[in-house]
Structures are given as structure tokens and as C-alpha cells.
């Protein structure tokens, strides 16, 4: 194939959405060094990475289940769960505690992707009654306080949080969930499934595909993804809270857009939300070196959302917005 | 000397493919009954679609009372005085029946935002004693049976005149699919009272009907007109040799190419059944045979189709493959059973738009491409590459998205997805809709082809013709049932009349 062949097949299937993302980001990191010289020194990015690893594995969550066009908003509270049992448990059961977390991921992920496929409830509601659903079980198991992790058993947490080879574990493991959602998406039946499911339903069920079963896989994987990101935040935090995932909804779903996976579905993925984390990683530095308050920044990144949903929706395969 | 109220002058509209109408010519005029008929897929939806503002022609005008008019809207059109009773009902059943009758013009009823609903009701009774309905328009329109809210549809089209100063030019499409005997001639009788205030155009399938109560009728076909006749001078033969007058281009279907079925029997049906869809059919299908089911809507070939499909199921009947008895509930049943599945409507159910050729092709059976437990894109793109070469699909590329081919090429894709799978049966539901000429002649070849190798098909075509040019074996269906079956062998095939009176 010649030059010119290849570059127009490129051309034929690569859309501005592809490329905005990756533009947005070097145009954003330029500015960044611009602002601040000291902005591409190795520590600063990699300190900046292990602060963004929680939002990263919650948005690999997230990925999936806009990739079939559906959303989660339950993710935070099931983090803040995943938190809370962490923290509890972790005396009795040491790093079996956080396998319990997870276990209770999957399970959380499990009732609400039932709930969506067999009681044919829109993703929207039933997770949104899922997230007031943990909401309240987790103050209420926590006892609306914040639960801390003594310093005797402290060492099961350090181990996330400390370093090796001068990078802080907590990337690591952000990195290894990165190398596995990947593979996931692009090299298992799973994968394959979601994207065909987001992208037409109807033909992909009459292609004989067993759409409920793996809808109900997504949201495990989802809200275990969710449960994981849990545990790191009660690492860093030593300790757990209901409170402690606050916020984060709005950013896990705004780094999945903004790194370009369509919300209408089946285009988009994991390596996409890496490039959204990036994105939100420079442009929270930016916002906090600039000085705005925390609270206007939530602001910043609802109306980002809007934004980027407004630009890349396509519009022609939703021809009635409700 | 009646006036023309509606004039359609040389009007054309292109799709993708294909050259849905070819400078058409019609005229209304006041007080008259015109009768619009032709064959799925002559066009005559198209004009409709164009008269009531939901399509652009792309050339050609329309004139109502002389003045051209080009609605971008249905309500622009009822402003214009054009307004149609829908085949598939319109009417939104969880509101009342003034509030349908006025749906979208409520502002006559309307101040300061605030609705009145005892003016509305007035005027609801008004318009229904136009109609002769005797109704409290209050009901719930959910309550009703579908001829009454037939009659209230009509209602509400013809409450447009006093809103218009001008008499409507009312349309109705397929108004008695939902009727029964008597209520049919009650809306005969109220139509005939009707025309004393308005044109009307009246789209039909029952030919018998279009002969009571048209003063003139219309045939359309391929987009084109096909005939001007007056109905007291014409009779159902006319019609039919007009419909479908084209002679039949044998080698355009690959006749010389038509093998004769062998013995055995792949798909065998024994009643079939769904309430309110189809009744009792039973038929063997043979392999290498091509089977086709001559209907037209309502007729229940697509249901029996979906049925063996596995997306419809049905109430009672039984259905064995190769001998053994089989429930076929699901596509993924139908699929283990060697059924593929090839649907009407290709860019829902047939393909995934928004992937490759290659994920496409590998969806339905990923085994192919799997190498312990993971996916190898290079053996799907060998794969892509592959069928691409064997069927000839022109693409840009193997990484092109299959929104991005023609009709014709995306219909090999589906195509190539079923033989992948090392498909037995094809149900194939109007497969060469929206494909061009070319693409359509690589159609019947690859079927001939693939017949030979024993491969069996289930036809539903888009013309007579080519139901009769592909098939062994032609069953008419009407009303859910198989009225007839006919033998369509290359060197005897049947005529379109022949097929036509068991159909409609």
C-alpha cells in the first residue's frame, strides 16, 4: 500500500474526535510549562500521577459502562464503601479486607446490572437508586464517622503508598488496572461484546449475543473497579469514610468524555480515559496554581462535561434527546 | 368543469441506491376521489411523505390550487391545507379525544397560555358530527377500538378546514388494514359525505376497495407513473397489468443458473401459528431450494419469517430441523440451528454501523478469531480480508466502518457474517432493498451459487418479479394464511397475475 493509500485510510477513519483529545492535552501541557517551569520535572508528574490514580481507575470503570451507552452514578458511594470495609475489617482481617472490599464490588455491581436487564430498568435509575441505596447503608454502617486504620496496623496500608524505584506503588497498580481493562477491551469476548452492544443492540442480539448476561458483567466490573479505587483512597487516607468518594462522580464521567469515548456508545475506550485523566490532572494543577476555590472547580467540571457532550454526541444516531 | 386543487408536477426524489420517484405527475381535483395504487416500493409512501412535508423532492413542484407550496413540516403542510390519516395510527392514546382532534392547534382555545377546555369539547363535537361520530370527547382515546379512532383521526384531519378557509385535501394510507367488512362501509359512506367538502387521496393495497369509492385512480411503478385511469372504466385486470407490467429479464435473475432442490428436507413446518399474525402455515424447505413468500402488508410472511429467526416467536406450531424438533426462541437458537438471519432493516438488525467489516463478521461466532481465550486482531483482519476478496466488497479499507459502504456492500457484509458461521438456511427479508442495480445482479449470483452448495433460502423480495425469477417454489400468503403455492421452474415460471389475485 502506498503512502498516499495509507493516509487516506487514516483519514477515511480517524474523526476530530479521535484527535481533539490528545490536541487538548499537549496544547495544555505546553501552556502548563509555560505558567510554571518546574511543571515537567519527573517528580512533579509523577506526583501528580499517583493523586490522579484513584480518578483513573474509577474512570477505567466508568469506560465500560458508557461504552455500552448506559452510565453509573453509583460509583462514589461504592467507593466509600469499599472505604469503610476496608478500614473496618482490616484488624480482623488484615489484607483480606480488601478482598472483602472488592468481593462487595462485584456484588454491588452484580444487584444493579440485575436490576437494569431483568427488571428492564433504565441504567440512570437503577443507579441512581443504587448510589442512594450505599449512600445510606454506608453512613449508617460507619456511623457517620470517619473510620481510622491504627498506626499498629498501619502497615497494611503503607505498602500502596510508599515507593519503589522512586515512583509511589499506588501508580503501579493504577498502571497494572490500566494493562488489564485494556486487554479486556481489546482482546476478550467481554470487550468485543460491550463495544457491539453500545454501537447497535439490535444487531449484536441478532448476532446472538447474550446481551443481559454481559451488561451484568459490566457493572461488576464497574463497580469493583469502583470498590479498587476505594481502597487506594483509604490508603492514602488511612482510614475510611462515607464521605471519602465525594466528588469524584462527576470527574470519573468527565474523564471518559473528555478523553473521547462517545456517550451515545460503542466508540471510545480505555486508553481514551487515560488521556481524560491527563487532561484533568494538567487542568486541575492549572486551577489550583491560578487559585480557584475548590467548590467553583466542581463548577468547572460540570460545565466541561456539557461541553464536551455537546461536541461529540452524534448526533444523528439520537434523534430524540430526552 | 372541477377545479385542481392539487397538482404534483414532475416530481423526483433520490435515496442512497436508489431513484425512489421519477418526475411523477398527479392531479386532485375538488370534490374527487383519487385512488393512488402500486406495488411496495413503487413510490407511493415517497409522494405522501413529500405532500405532508416529512421529505424534500428534489426536484419538481407542488401546487395546491395553483400556487406551489413546499411544507418543511407536517404542520406546514396542514397549514397549506395537506393533511393525512396514517397507516400506523397517530393518534396519542393516552390523551383525550378533543385534545387529539386538536393536537398542535390548540391556540383557538388558547389565552394567556391558559387551555379552555369547554370551548375545546365544543368544537370537538363539531367536527365529530362531521364525521357522524357520536362520541363524548372527553374518552380517553385508549378506550376506543381502531375504527373509531380511525373516524377520530379523520376527524382531526378534517377539523383543519376551519382553520384554512379552504376545503382539505385529506390523504389517507391503507385506511381499512384495521377494518372489518362493516366498518369499512361505514367509513365508505361517511368518506362519500366527505367529498362534498374536500379531495381526497386515498392509498390502497385492495384494489376491490379502490374501485368502490375512487372517481379516478393512479398507478404508480418504480417511481414512475404508470397509468390514469377512470375507475368506472377500469377494472382489477387493468390495474394489475399496470402495477406489474414490466416483462420479466430472465438472465437479470440468473434463471439459466436454477438448480432443482434435492430430497432432503432441512426446515420442516407444521402450523404455524400467532394470534393476530398468522395461522396454520406448514411448508418443507429443501435443500438448495429458494422459497418466496408473495404478500403485501398485513399478509404475515415477515412474522413467519422473524419467527424462524428466532426474534418472534410463535404461539403454536412446530418447527423441525433435519428431523429433530426445534424451539426456536432466540437468535442465538436459531443460529446453532444453521439459520441466518438476513433482516429488513440492515443497519438495526443486520450490522453494527459504527464497526468494522471485520467485527462485524466475527460477532456472531468470535471462536474463529480466538486463540486461548483472547481475540487476535490479526486473524480478524485476515479474516476481513478474506470475505472482502471472496464477495467482492468494495471498501476503503479493511478498518472501515460499515456506515461507511454502499447499500449493496453492506448487504455482503451481513452476508458474509451467516456464511461464516457455516450457515445452512438464509432467511433473506427483502435483501436487495436500497441496493443498487449492479450490486443486486452480484446478489442473485452469489445466491444461485450458494444454493448449489445446498444452502437453502427464505425469500421475501421486494417486486413480483423478482420473486418469481429467483425461486423454485412461491407461496402466497393474504391475511396470515398461505393461499397458494405455486411452482416457479426456469423454464416455466408464473406470471405476476398469477401471483396477484391470491395476494390481495
Known sequence: MSVQTRINNYRKTKTWVDVMPIATLVVLVILMSIGSPRFLLPANLLGLLSQSATLLVMGLGQTFIILLGSIDLSIAPVAAMATIIAAMLIPDLGYGAFVVALLYGAFAGLLTGIIHTKARIPSFIATLGAMGVWTGIGFIVSNATPISVSLANGHYLTWVTENTLGVSNVVYLALAILILTFVLENYTRFGRYVKAMGAGEKATYVSGVAIDRYKIYAFMLCSTLAAFSGILLSTRMSGGSARMADGFLMKAIAVVILGGTAISGGIGGVMRTFVGVLIVMVLDMGMNMAGVNPWFQQAVYGGIIILAVALTIDRSRISIIK | ?504
Open chain 2, 1 to 504: 368543469m372541477q377545479d385542481i386543487v392539487l397538482e404534483v408536477r414532475n416530481i423526483s426524489k433520490k435515496f442512497p441506491g436508489v431513484q425512489a420517484l421519477d418526475r411523477v405527475n398527479l392531479q386532485v381535483k375538488q370534490h374527487e376521489i383519487v385512488g393512488l395504487v402500486g406495488e411496495n416500493g413503487a413510490g407511493k409512501s415517497t409522494l405522501l411523505k413529500i405532500l405532508i412535508g416529512a421529505y424534500q423532492p428534489d426536484q419538481g413542484e407542488v401546487l395546491v390550487r395553483g400556487k406551489p407550496v413546499r411544507p418543511r413540516s407536517v404542520k406546514e403542510a396542514t397549514d397549506f391545507g395537506l393533511s393525512m390519516v396514517f397507516q400506523e395510527q397517530s393518534l396519542l392514546s393516552n390523551l383525550t379525544v378533543q385534545e387529539n382532534i386538536f393536537l398542535g392547534n390548540e391556540e383557538a382555545f388558547t389565552r394567556f397560555g391558559v387551555i379552555n377546555w369547554k370551548k375545546m369539547k365544543r368544537e370537538a363535537e363539531k367536527q365529530l358530527a362531521k364525521v357522524d361520530l357520536d362520541l363524548d370527547p372527553g374518552t380517553y382515546t385508549y378506550k376506543l377500538n381502531f375504527a373509531t379512532r380511525q373516524m377520530v383521526e379523520l376527524a382531526r384531519v378534517i377539523a383543519m378546514e376551519d382553520r384554512t378557509k379552504f376545503e382539505p385535501i385529506v390523504i389517507l394510507d391503507e385506511p381499512t388494514t384495521v377494518l372489518d367488512g362493516n366498518e369499512i362501509d361505514l367509513l365508505f359512506s361517511r368518506l362519500h359525505k366527505l367529498k362534498e367538502r374536500a379531495a381526497i387521496i386515498f392509498v390502497s393495497h385492495h384494489l376491490e376497495e379502490v374501485l368502490k369509492i375512487t372517481d379516478r385512480i393512479y398507478v404508480f411503478k418504480d417511481g414512475k407513473n404508470a397509468g390514469e385511469l377512470i375507475t368506472r372504466e377500469t377494472d382489477v385486470n387493468e390495474i394489475h397489468r399496470l402495477m406489474v407490467g414490466r416483462e420479466l429479464r430472465g438472465e437479470y435473475y440468473r434463471q439459466g443458473k436454477q438448480i432443482k432442490p434435492e430430497e432432503d428436507v432441512v426446515i420442516k413446518v407444521e402450523n404455524l401459528t400467532k394470534s393476530g399474525k398468522y395461522k396454520d402455515v406448514s411448508f418443507d424447505l429443501h435443500k438448495g431450494e429458494i422459497i418466496s413468500f408473495a404478500g403485501v402488508l398485513g399478509s404475515g410472511r415477515e412474522d413467519v419469517c422473524r419467527a424462524l429467526a428466532g426474534l418472534d416467536r410463535a404461539d403454536g406450531g412446530k418447527i423441525s430441523i433435519n428431523g429433530s424438533k426445534l424451539e426456536i426462541d432466540s437468535p442465538s437458537a436459531a443460529i446453532k440451528a444453521g439459520i441466518g438471519y438476513v433482516p429488513q432493516d440492515r443497519g438495526v438488525e443486520g450490522l453494527v454501523l459504527y464497526l468494522s467489516i471485520g467485527p462485524n463478521i466475527t460477532l456472531p461466532d468470535l471462536s474463529n478469531i480466538t486463540h486461548r481465550g483472547f481475540l487476535s486482531p490479526k486473524s480478524e483482519r485476515r479474516l476481513a480480508e478474506h470475505w472482502i476478496e471472496r464477495m467482492s466488497i468494495k471498501a476503503p479499507g479493511p478498518n472501515a466502518l460499515c456506515l461507511n459502504l454502499s447499500g449493496g456492500n453492506q448487504q455482503k457484509v451481513v452476508l458474509s457474517k451467516w456464511l461464516a458461521t457455516k450457515v445452512k438456511v438464509f432467511i433473506l427479508d427483502h435483501p436487495t432493498r436500497g441496493v443498487d442495480v449492479g450490486a443486486k445482479e452480484e446478489v442473485y449470483e452469489l445466491i444461485r451459487e450458494l444454493a448449489k452448495q445446498g444452502i437453502a433460502f427464505l425469500l421475501i423480495a421486494d417486486t413480483l418479479e423478482e420473486t418469481i425469477g429467483l425461486s423454485n417454489m412461491i407461496f402466497t400468503m393474504k391475511d396470515g394464511e398461505i393461499t397458494n403455492r405455486i411452482e416457479a421452474p426456469a423454464d416455466n415460471k408464473p406470471l405476476p397475475i398469477d401471483l396477484i389475485k391470491h395476494m390481495m
